[in-house]
């Protein structure tokens, strides 16, 4: 989040009376505050408490609003403002826990010296069985160099961590696999592939994470060429098969043809030049991209894709239009062609906003929020683990692209990352293509 989008919570009591928490909703978004979760804290017979998460432009907005629920009056009052975020990441939000009890000297003895010897034995003896004794078959390394650290650039890996924990609060909690953040001091292409080498042994897959392009490139080929364990760089790959399954639902929602449909993508960084070439692959035979950058416009040439020479231009032609720049407010609203359809995907703040797209004209619009990453990540490493993968190739990529597709309900573009189905299901169907 940049310094000028604030999120907190208000813990608001009201009197116990229909309609008040209509007047507070109202006052807070009049001052321009978003509501977001609205929790219920207390319901007494006279008075209501609840917290309601809202979400402001910058400090000046929030306090308007604190404010004007205040001058409500008639017994509504805020108890206090909570920083919400800021307390969720105190101390961290991981913690390495055992999956066994010490209580004994049996326990002990098990878990332990001297008896760990034998499976260590074991091992020594069969490698493969390290799959079954270890954790290592369901520990994913999220390695990062910090150099693009969502929108906000090179800000290096330690102040990235708070990303990397947030992917293994979501590995862990959606498809029960353990990812360890690594964080590189280099961002020197030999010296990340021979460190991640040189550490891959302790993990049954390598997340790459945040590492800016066009670096990002060289090191998952390479690591991909080299290790026998499934590399993925997340925002290359899990962006483009969350944005294909977008576009899937939006040309079905449209009625029209994937592969007859225009698509630009502005930025061709990595998660651009990714789902250029995803969207290629897939069979959408009209794709442009533009970038203000010459050697990002090479590079998707190098792979056939067409590019355009500007913003103006590919607003102009494309009926969807994908951006990932980390260029906040790129796309005016003026832009905005009647029906089109907007992904504008870059964090912490889109190219443009949704509603702002849809009141310029727009079809459907959608930001990074909801067209997010975290909607292929966990089911495609799941899948991958599961099936014991060497590699996650394009046919996985596809196959979890179209499962996101069917668990789309009619009229949205993905479904919510909350849903505990989606990730089954793009796990298995993941699972799937390996053994087909
Ligand atoms: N919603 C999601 O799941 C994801 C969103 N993203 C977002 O996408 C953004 C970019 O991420 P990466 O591709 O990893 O970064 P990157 O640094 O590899 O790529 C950014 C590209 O945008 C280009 N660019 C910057 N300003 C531009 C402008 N004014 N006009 C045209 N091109 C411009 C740069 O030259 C570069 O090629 C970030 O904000 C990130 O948060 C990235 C991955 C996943
Ligand atoms: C979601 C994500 O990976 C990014 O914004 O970089
Ligand atoms: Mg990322």
């Given amino acids: 989040m940049n310094k000028t989008q604030v999120l907190r919570t208000l813990i608001v009591e009201t009197p116990s009376v229909p309609g008040n928490f209509a007047k507070v909703a109202t006052a807070i978004g009049n001052a321009g505050g978003d509501i977001g979760d609205i929790k219920t804290i207390k319901i007494g017979t006279l008075s209501t408490v609840r917290d309601i998460s809202v979400q402001c432009e910058n400090l000046a907005c929030l306090e308007e609003a604190v404010q004007a629920v205040r001058d409500l009056g008639g017994g509504i009052q805020v108890h206090a403002v909570s920083d919400d975020v800021m307390k969720v990441h105190e101390g961290g939000k991981i913690h390495m826990k055992s999956r066994t009890d010490v209580r004994s000297v049996g326990d002990l003895r098990r878990v332990y010296t001297p008896g760990v010897a034998d499976v260590c034995t074991a091992i020594q003896e069969d490698p493969e069985k390290a799959r ?37 609060v979501l590995f862990d909690q959606f498809v029960g696999i353990s990812g360890v953040p690594v964080l590189l001091d280099t961002s020197d292409v030999d010296q990340v592939v021979e460190t991640v080498k040189h550490i891959h042994q302790g ?27 499934p590399v993925m760089h ?6 483009a098969v969350v944005t294909l399954a977008a576009v899937l639902s939006a040309c079905k929602a449209a009625k029209v043809d994937p592969e007859k449909a225009i698509v630009g993508q502005i930025g061709l960084g990595a998660a651009g030049l990714a789902i250029c070439r ?16 010459e050697e990002a416009l090479e590079r998707l040439r190098s ?38 359809i907007i992904l504008a995907l870059s964090n912490p703040h889109p190219e443009i906003k949704p509603e702002d797209a849809l009141n310029a004209g727009a079809a459907y619009a959608a930001d990074g929020r909801l067209i997010n990453n975290v909607l292929g990540f ?29 668990q789309t309900k009619e009229g ?25």
């Fill in 132 to 168: 079954y004794f270890t954790s290592i078959g369901n520990t994913v390394a999220i390695v990062t160099d910090g150099t693009a650290i969502l929108g906000l650039g090179n800000i290096g890996p330690v102040a990235g961590m708070p990303v990397m924990e947030g992917k293994s």
């Fill in 203 to 229: 993990y049954g897959a390598i997340l790459l994470e945040d590492i800016g392009s066009p670096h990002c490139f060289e090191i998952e080929e390479r690591l991909k060429a080299e290790l026998p364990i």
């Fill in 234 to 239: 997340d925002d290359q790959h899990g962006t």
């Fill in 278 to 293: 995803m969207l290629m692959a897939y069979g959408v035979k009209d794709v442009y991209g533009t970038d203000r950058d």
């Fill in 303 to 340: 792979y056939e894709g067409k590019t355009l020479g500007s913003l103006d231009e590919l607003m102009e032609k494309c009926d969807i239009v994908i951006a990932t720049t980390g260029v906040s407010g790129l796309i005016k609203p003026e832009m905005v062609k009647e029906g089109q």
């Fill in 378 to 406: 966990p089911g495609i490493f799941r899948g991958a683990l599961d099936a014991g993968a060497k590699e996650i190739t394009y046919s996985m990529l596809i196959a979890a692209a179209e499962a996101i597709v069917y």
């Fill in 412 to 436: 949205e573009l993905v479904p919510h990352a909350l849903d505990p189905s989606v990730h089954r299901a793009v796990s298995q169907a993941v699972e799937n293509a390996v053994s087909r």
